[in-house]
């Protein structure tokens, strides 16, 4: 579903923002890039700042109109830094414009189009558009960089896309951040337990040390391999006590 949305640049004028997009791109599992009659591309300055996202700007399509890029997309949404006295439907939220899409794109192409860096979208090109988008930012300075907003928009489309059930997105969980069985956490426990009482740590039958420092230790949620540090530093202790006491 996130290959039929597309993201069109309208006459950019610096070419590393067109790399910086298209990285921004990237981040958010979108890969479909065209290019409305850019003033320089592809461009060495595009190449760097796209840093990983290369394969982004390879497949990009160059097109010299706006209608050409948008022509078989069934919903066009143009993003506009401020409200324009155009008939169109506006999106005042990111993530409702984002919803949106998402939906759309579950059955063909949509796209969402950014105009230039200084002036935008013309009131033709907004007029070629099904809706319109704005960012909320501070009302004594709301300007985005044209990256930043391709990352925003990007985010929010991405976002929705993820809740949804069918997307199956899982965060990747790092080996090392693997939470211990209940067993291993049990060993855990056991161990701590039995070397504050052979160290003498705990004097009073009756306090509740040990059950508050293993409430501690359950709270911090250690992972797999902190708690094998942690067995590890206890072991390392319990050589210290007298043999009779180990």
Known sequence: MLSRIRIVLVQTFHPGNIGAAARAMKTMGLSELVLVNPREFPSIDATRLAAGATDVLENARVVSHLDEAILDCVQ????????????????????????????????????????????????????????????PANPEYGILNLSQAVQILAYEVHRAWRK?????????????????????????????????????????????????????????EPSRKELSLLRGLLSAFETYLPPDEK
């Open 76 to 135: 066009v949404v143009g993003a506009s830094a401020r409200l324009r006295s155009l008939p169109l439907p506006q999106f005042d939220e990111p993530d409702e414009m984002a919803q949106a899409v998402v939906q759309n794109a579950d059955h063909a192409p949509v796209a969402l189009v950014f105009g230039r860096e200084r002036s935008g979208l013309t009131n033709d090109e907004i007029r070629a558009c099904t809706h319109q988008v704005s960012i």
């Open 164 to 220: 949804r059930p069918e997307s199956a997105f899982a965060y990747q969980r790092p080996v090392e951040a693997t939470p211990p069985s209940r067993e291993q956490f049990a060993h855990f426990q056991a161990h701590l337990g039995r070397l504050m009482h052979q160290s003498g740590f705990l004097t009073q039958p009756h306090a509740r040390t040990e059950e508050q420092l293993q409430a501690l230790f359950a709270r911090a």
